[in-house]
């Protein structure tokens, strides 16, 4: 058995190291065109923001100790330029030897990655414009620290533009963040992304929102980023960082089947058209955990275990590559922001029925120091209550509850097994009632007609003939509140029911939910029946509009202490 | 309705909330014995310690709190001293007032807690020796402290006794820890507890395991502690953390159904045997969830959650309890160890059959700052993979990966599942394959028949006959090996096939799996057939022995970079 394999970063060298562990007679070939293979690029932004010292620290493999533990041989700097299926042989071009040779095969791998987009924006190619993909990206960078440049622009707000902003920060440059849509991070709904807006802006990264780059041109040296909003910026350098796009040009001249989204079409068991040549990593298509629908989603997570899926199924083991959720994570300085299956925006896109609550829980028990509130959004089905996507923003202990909920959205579960989970409680470590359960008590109260809601985007049309109820501290309310709102405190709710109509709608709200939920359980027995409740409260609904007052503005601090002793109450009896 | 709930901390102050949701007309008393309702009594040991400074923080609900927001009538001071459930009726005592009073009820709840246990030892009631379940508990043992003690005897190894352990140490108080088992926290399997044995006497915690005390002497108003090996320990004072016992006396008194293990007995209702008697919280015995055996756990989350469906089912609503668990966690200095489901000295006690495999992952990426190798154990059945238990032991993202398997054994996932769970990645949080991907790889790879495992306690009994094989480098093996082994270093092993016999059991090792892995498929295809891997390598064999080179033991660093970076290769292509 003769296996080659192209390209030998993640998908790739899983499938060789797995390939060897079930064969030890293959001969297996890995062919990457770059210098290095088996990198850490999720590591890049890290190494040139200081984090990571040692450069060596991301070269995790080399040919010879591939060689050594695995017997592989691994060929760096031979880039395959044409595949025939038919004769089953690749052409390779040796840089260094600069010369051309054909291989044969028995089995093929693609595992060629993505390549980042590089639109044909006016002066895209000027020399100061690079993007992070690989070793020699990352050096390129590096130097144009070391030799002194002081001001960078990051040209998109994603994963990548992000790290890449905080590593510049980390090395003292000035920062400017060019991103198309009115938001950081797209992948998240919108009211989920302005604490990140704000956090970004308070560690001095000046943020351009809504607003694409449509010509770059030199100036001595620096380039000038001219927007389609007109203005003009200037910096040392610029990285872009707008997407990547699969590395399918071999795979389409070899007329393999490609999906809509331009990545390579595979089978369950990673099998492309051609069933000798498989494919893995960032260039497949796969299936999307919650919607089913075909999705291309680079991460590296996916990418590791398909590889592993292509060895097993080369050797004739029966494995399956089950779909993709879309788990991901990002530091953003302090905060943290992560998400896990399908969006609003996407469910809505697809016209898929949908639920949503909010919640505002603390990383840990909030009398043991170093917790924040998180803002968590929670996405189910209306029907059943599985979980469908959840998406979270905060301090400490967001990639945690963003793992529990990506094992219940792969497990299938509900809201409902939500309120049953039992997790790790100490106090430095969570409450005890987590995040998690909360999650549920809220969905699953929602879904059994204990409460109704209503949403930041209602406001302020569904309302016009509701009365808008703040039921806040009265110094509270004084500070900030929702125009058109009158204020009964909760602890006076009881005996103000005849100020309020009983025939009228009556839209409640308090800071993140709790109180109005309680003063929607006085409401309902009294037999107010047309009422819902603010979900997420003032803090989801400043999210949304992304106002003044929205949690991580400067000037705002993401925990007040007085705010927070508010709603003491309910981080303790709040079992919903 | 009127609703009397006996006791106000977790449970009882959860019914009591949750019931004022549900209905906005019953009458809710609350009756608490002691001073304070609803503390954060999982806070106690860290404002002993000075981590929560403001001991008000601990005081999360007054009874006026509780009548303004909820209209609960709580009585503090009030002790219940009779339940006639045939009149249903109960008799309270009014501390303050020192009367005693009659009051009915419609439902009553029991949910006391549990009281910590003082054995009949001799000396039991010197005043110098203390418990810590409550907020006066917690003051006396701070006035000891104020007033000058300069040494605490810490009797007991378990969650409580290691949290008040520290919190002398953060005191710079001298401390010494006296535990009947021959291991700290006995939840855990003997060789999960070793790192935490010698990170305890890293932090100057003297520690005096598999003993107990016999006698408490007075000396001068300090106290002697003797101990059944004949030592006598002398300390200020005494804090016994010997564990709990569920304070039912109310309810035998009232011939209520009582469990095997002095727990009250309910429905999934949380019913008692009388049906207008609920209980709930550490004074009841539940299902195990893993095992299916009545257990009886004091746990704060199940508490809580069980006070909640109290309140559902008062009021007509269908609510039922599933199972506890037993997912905990705690922190032991700079680590944490945690545990769900069974241990397989509760597996063995059952004569419930199961495998399990061990790793040590990082906690995240290995090249970005700030982790560790963690020690995972994993317990599973051996016909269908069902996730059974797990224990681990580490620095950071101990608690992430714990509250990762209490989902997935609450959703009775397989270790085939574990490799399909798709868990947010980026450097600073995990690795592209999770550490519950690898525990689900490495246990498959068992289900599949991919590698046999031998382990600590087999040798050297069950190897006598065999050879006992050490692929680490010749550096490693002079530095230390198992006795008896040969060295074979994995890169030489290929050339060095005809040194070793086929017709012996070959039983192979290496520092955490990893290279022996491969050395077994080397071996396996090249027709060797009694070939078996030590399970965790020799990280997980010297907990077992808990000996010289076991991780955590003074000299003797965590992470040890020079060794680490020999099995880099595993930490990267490491898909098993």
Redesign the interface.
């Known amino acids: 058995m003769k296996i080659v394999i192209i390209g030998g970063v ?1 998908a790739g ?2 499938t060789a ?2 390939a ?6 293959a001969e297996i070939i890995v062919l990457e065109k770059d210098k290095f293979i ?1 990198f ?1 690029n ?2 890049l932004p ?1 190494h040139i923001g200081g ?2 010292k040692n450069r060596d ?2 070269l ?2 080399t040919p010879k ?2 060689k ?4 592989i041989d691994v060929r760096t700097g031979h880039e395959v330029t044409n595949i025939d299926k038919h004769s089953k042989q690749i052409t390779v071009y040796d840089q260094q030897q600069e010369k051309t040779y054909v291989e044969s095969y028995d089995k093929l791998v693609l595992s060629q990655g993505a390549d980042a987009l590089r639109p044909p924006i006016p002066g895209i190619n000027h020399p100061k414009i690079f993007v992070l993909r690989n070793i020699p990206d990352m050096d390129a960078i590096i130097l144009q620290i070391d030799q002194g440049a002081g001001k960078a622009i990051v040209i998109g707000g994603g ?1 990548i533009g992000i ?1 890449v902003a905080e590593a510049f920060r980390h090395r003292n440059m000035d920062v400017e963040l060019v991103e198309l849509q009115n938001q950081l991070m797209p992948p998240l709904d919108i009211e989920m992304a302005c604490d990140l807006r704000y956090h970004m802006e308070s560690k001095n990264v000046q943020l351009h929102l809504g607003c694409a780059a449509k010509e770059f041109i030199d100036a001595s040296g620096k380039v000038n980023v001219i927007l389609d909003n007109g203005q003009s910026l200037q910096a040392d350098f610029v990285v872009l960082a707008i997407g990547v796009r699969p590395a399918s040009k071999l795979a389409i001249d070899a007329e393999l089947a490609i999906g809509d989204r331009g990545g390579i079409k595979v089978t369950g068991k990673m099998q492309t058209s051609d069933p000798d040549i498989y494919a893995a990593g960032d260039m497949v298509e796969v299936i999307d ?1 919650v919607t089913g629908e075909t999705t291309q989603t680079p ?7 398909q ?2 899926i292509v060895a097993d199924n080369i050797f004739g083991r029966s494995s399956h590559y ?1 779909s ?8 953003v300085f302090d905060m ?1 922001a ?1 998400s ?1 299956g399908a969006s609003e925006k996407t469910l809505r896109r697809l016209n898929r029925p949908y639920q949503k609550v909010y919640l505002h829980p603390s990383g840990h ?5 170093g917790t924040a509130p998180m803002h968590i959004k929670l996405l189910f089905e209306p029907k059943t209550g599985i979980v469908l996507g959840v998406q979270i923003v905060g301090y400490d202990g967001v ?2 509850r ?3 909920f ?3 959205i ?2 299938k ?1 509900t809201v409902f ?1 939500l ?12 409450s ?3 995040p ?2 909360m999650a549920g ?1 809220i969905a699953s109260n929602f879904l059994r007609g204990d409460v109704k809601f209503w949403y930041a985007e209602d406001f302020p049309n569904k309302m016009t003939k509701g009365i808008l109820l703040d039921v806040r501290s009265h110094k509270e309310f004084e500070k900030w509140s929702i125009s058109g709102a009158i204020n009964i405190p ?2 006076k709710l ?1 005996s103000s029911l005849n100020e309020l109509q009983q025939d009228k709608p009556i839209y409640i709200y308090c800071r993140v939910g709790f109180r109005s ?2 003063a929607y ?2 409401l309902l ?2 037999r107010f029946n047309n009422i819902s409740i603010l979900a997420g409260g003032s803090k989801t609904f400043n999210c949304f509009y992304c106002n003044d007052l929205a949690t991580g503005k400067p000037g705002v601090p993401f925990v007040s202490h007085a705010e927070e002793k508010l709603d ?2 309910p ?3 709040n ?2």
Do not use: W
Not at 299 to 305: D, H, I, S
Not at 324 to 331: H, I, L, M, W, Y
């Open positions: 993640a060298a899983s190291a797995r060897r562990r079930l064969n030890e007679d088996s850490a999720c590591g890290y984090e990571i620290a991301l995790l493999q100790s591939l050594a533990t695995l017997n994963f790290e955990t991460l590296a997570g996916p990418a590791n275990r590889g592993r089950q993709t959720q879309g788990t991901a994570v990002v530091k943290t992560g896990t028990a909030g009398y043991y120091p990639d945690k963003i793992d529990v990506a094992t219940v792969r497990a579960m097994d309120e049953h989970l039992e997790l790790a409680y100490a106090p430095p470590y969570g005890a009632k987590d998690a359960n008590f909760l602890g009881r939920y309680l359980r006085i027995q009294k003491k109450t981080s303790v009896l079992n919903i």
